[in-house]
Structure formats: structure tokens, C-alpha cells
DNA sequence: TATGAAATTCACTCCGT
DNA sequence: ACGGAGTGAATTTCATA
């Protein structure tokens, strides 16, 4: 991990659709030079996948809200991990220190879909209570910069 | 906006290096349709782009926390904006209806610099306090389900 | 680990339907 | 909108240093 690799992550982050002669021409280096550490970096795990980012509102998915989520019990273990990856409107889900036991991410339609999506999360065992924050405006959202 | 689009964002988001011609076996079209239609979903900017997903903790930023962000006034406007995308450790930023004005989301690598973090939000013009959520682990973080 | 070139696969375009 | 074929460009592999 250098700061070619850093500059190679960044820049497919930024378009990963360009071609290695022109990740190379960034760097420097031949394309088959370019080719070998993007591989190296797949296979070590820092490069997780190859994806596209799509644009929430043109699925039906407009409505972005962060819910914490308060239990009677703790929540750190899988059954509750698999309750909530089984709702298919919970992006992000994760165990906190703080005013909560979980913190999750919801992306849904409508107002009532977030209604809906709040019912289900107090059918999942343990859960007392939660409270909503309801995402008026995004700012931005946007990838890891890899320079430390 | 048809099921077959639908299933080829969902198949992108799983894996956007696959070739058209695997991405047709999958909706049972020719390659040729397969690429028009990705090109029109790109067009529309239903797909914003293609990036690589990149493992925080391999570059240094395996320290997650959501901060509230309470202030004197009206933050929804642009200058706030900017002063927050100038801090690279902030990965996400929106403005919320809730017990805070925004709520933006950082990753740093110690706890140390999730401090350093803090004082500089607090620096931001006017803010007057900050509800800090560290996160101890991940459950997971997965993309938009296209399916409605 | 890098280079440069060879071999193979793929993206992209065009045209017919 | 879809299918199929053709062409240029890309990925991928390999020999060499």
C-alpha cells in the first residue's frame, strides 16, 4: 500500500469504467504494471467489489431517514443482525456506544413506507423504542478519500 | 423503468465488471439491448457512475461515528455545505428535521482524530453543540435494492 | 515488481427487422 | 426496441529483466 496504490484507488473510485492505459497514464507506470496492483488490491480485500452507484429517487426510494434503534437486551449478535437484513429498506445497520443500541439507515418511497418500515423494526426481538431522524436534504454523499 | 432494468441495476450494483454478454444470459436479451439500456440508464442518471467500494479499515479510516449537529441557525444552505465537503473525513452530510439541524457521517482511523474531527465541526459557523455516536461494529452496509 | 508484446475477449456500432 | 455480425480497443497472460 503506497501512494501509487492510494492514487489508483482514488481514481476508480472516482470512474472505475477507464481503461488501465489510462489508470497507467496517471501514475506512470505500464498498463501491465497497473493491471498486476489492481489485482493485488482485489485480492487483498482493499478493493471489495466493482459497483454502480444508482440514484435512490429513480427507484422509488426518495425518502432517506437514520432511526435509533433502543432494547430491552443486547443487540450485537447475528439473530438480530439477520432480522434486520431481512428488511429490504434498511441500507446500513450498526451497533453503537451512545444514546442507543443500533443505529440504522432507511431508504424507502414514501412517508407511509417509513411508517411501515418503523412497524417492522418493533416486531424485531428486543426493540423498545426508536427515534427517527428524517433526512430533509443530502448535502453530499460520497467515497473514501484514501490519502491518510 | 422495467423489471428487466431493474434486474440489470441490481446485477451491476453485485458486480459491475461482468461482461454485457453475462449480463444478458441474465435477463434473456441479446447483448447489443443490453448495452443500449445500460447506456440509457446512465444517460438518465439512474446509474450515477461506477467506483469501486474500498475497505475503510485497509485505508486507514476504520473509526465510524454519526454526529448531530446542533446550531443557532438556519444550516440548510450552501456555505455550510462547503465548510463540511472540506473536511475529507466526512463522508456524508444532510439536514434533518429532528433534535438537531444536520446529521453527517465520519470516518477517521483513532479516536484521536474522531476528537480532532469534532473541534473542527465545531468550528464550522454556527454551531453550538454536537450528540456523537461512535459505532463498534458494522452489521453491514449494502446497496439500493432497485426493486420497488 | 516492472516492461513490452502477443493472444484473447470484449465494447461498441451499424444495419436489418 | 431487439438481434446479429463486424471492427477496433481493451483485458489478460507471459517472457524477460
Known amino acids: 500500500m503506497d501512494d501509487v496504490d492510494r492514487t ?5 473510485q472516482h470512474d472505475a469504467t477507464q481503461s488501465y492505459a489510462a489508470l497507467a497514464g496517471q501514475v ?10 489492481v489485482r493485488k488490491l482485489r485480492e487483498q480485500g482493499v478493493v471489495r467489489r466493482t ?12 425518502v432517506l431517514a ?4 433502543e ?19 434498511v441500507m446500513e445497520a ?5 444514546p442507543a443500541s443500533l443505529l440504522v439507515k432507511i431508504r424507502v418511497g414514501t412517508p407511509e413506507q417509513l411508517q411501515a418500515s418503523l412497524r417492522r423494526l418493533f416486531q424485531v426481538e428486543g426493540v423498545t423504542g426508536t427515534q427517527t431522524v428524517v433526512v430533509l ?11 491518510p
Open 8 to 12: 489508483l484507488l482514488a481514481a476508480l
Open 28 to 37: 506512470r507506470l505500464s498498463t501491465g504494471a497497473v493491471h498486476e496492483r
Open 51 to 62: 459497483t454502480v452507484d444508482v440514484e435512490p429517487a429513480a427507484v422509488g426510494r426518495g
Open 66 to 69: 437514520f432511526v435509533l434503534v
Open 71 to 89: 432494547a430491552n437486551a443486547w443487540m450485537g449478535d447475528h439473530p438480530t443482525r439477520d432480522a434486520l437484513a431481512a428488511l429490504p429498506e
Open 94 to 98: 450498526h451497533v453503537i456506544a451512545g
Open 137 to 147: 436534504e443530502s448535502f453530499f454523499e460520497r467515497p473514501l478519500d484514501p490519502y
